[in-house]
């Protein structure tokens, strides 16, 4: 079969990566109407669509949370397949760009597998009522999706083990998770005393990091390296930042091992 060039240029294998599709806070960088430096920043790294990860895996794509960014993070990657979803928690910025996977499930035949907890299920099933209809409305499409309840323990996907980890996010339960020797920790000012340990021993920790000052629901820069120096991961990053954390100039502030992430930024699984 001959490809086509538009097809060929949308493929992309990330076998053995972790890809970071975003980094920024649930409103982006740039933010809408701001003309601080970070906004205005022609840095392509200060750039920051809302947080997520694709992770390849031994038997497909790997999608961490579907941002209101989705189609662009896609589009700019050259993804044109994901084989699974999964969760972090269910707030606007992680599920709302659930509509954009409707060409992944056309071109799949068949649903999406979803991994999350019921909370996210039931605000998924509030959010996108319409995919749920017992006979959909002729016209347009839906995104098709197979729920996979989890919780704590470890389960498994696309021939990968996922260790879920306990966070707290202001007074919400979310879930970060482990694969192999990196941890997947976004949208958390808390870690659990039972969370600790299933951190030890890390090669990678990805970690939120919102901005300079306290904030209620995410880390602060010294509460992330904190988090960060008791961890000792061998290598730090921060992601979920917003536009108070330019990327140059804290860059040149960071302790040697701990960095700022950003969209399109790959690294390898271990």
Not at 124 to 145: H, L, N, Q, S, T
Not at 161 to 180: A, E, I, K
């Amino acid at each position: 079969m001959t490809i086509q060039p538009h097809e060929a240029e949308a493929a992309r294998s990330l076998s053995g990566t972790l890809l970071f599709l975003g980094t920024g806070t649930s409103v982006g960088v740039p933010v809408v109407g701001c003309s601080c430096a970070t906004c205005t920043s022609g840095d392509p790294r200060d750039d920051r669509t809302r947080t997520s990860v694709a992770l390849g895996l031994p038997e497909g794509t790997l999608l961490v949370d579907t941002t209101p960014d989705l189609r662009r993070q896609l589009l700019r990657e050259r993804i044109g397949r994901v084989h699974a979803i999964l969760y972090t928690h269910d707030h606007v910025d992680h599920v709302y760009g659930l509509d954009d996977v409707r060409p992944i499930c056309h071109r799949s035949g068949g649903p999406v597998p979803v991994y999350c907890e019921e909370r996210v299920e039931r605000r998924i099933r509030r959010a996108f009522d319409y995919a749920f209809e017992p006979v959909p409305a002729p016209g347009g499409g839906v995104p098709k999706v197979a729920f996979e309840r989890i919780g704590t323990a470890p389960f498994d996907v696309l021939g990968a083990r996922v260790t879920p980890l306990r966070l707290r996010h202001g007074v919400f339960d979310v879930l970060g998770f482990r694969f192999g020797n990196l941890a997947y920790c976004t949208d958390t000012n808390h870690i659990p005393d039972e969370t600790w340990p299933l951190l030890a021993g890390l090669d990678t920790l990805i970690l939120d990091c919102l901005r300079p000052e306290r904030h209620p629901t995410h880390l602060s820069l010294d509460e992330a390296l904190a988090v960060a120096a008791r961890v000792a991961a061998r290598r730090t990053l921060f992601v979920h930042m917003s536009h108070d954390l330019g990327h140059a100039a804290f860059s040149a502030r960071l302790p040697a091992g701990v960095e700022l992430a950003f969209d399109g930024l790959t690294i390898p699984l271990t």
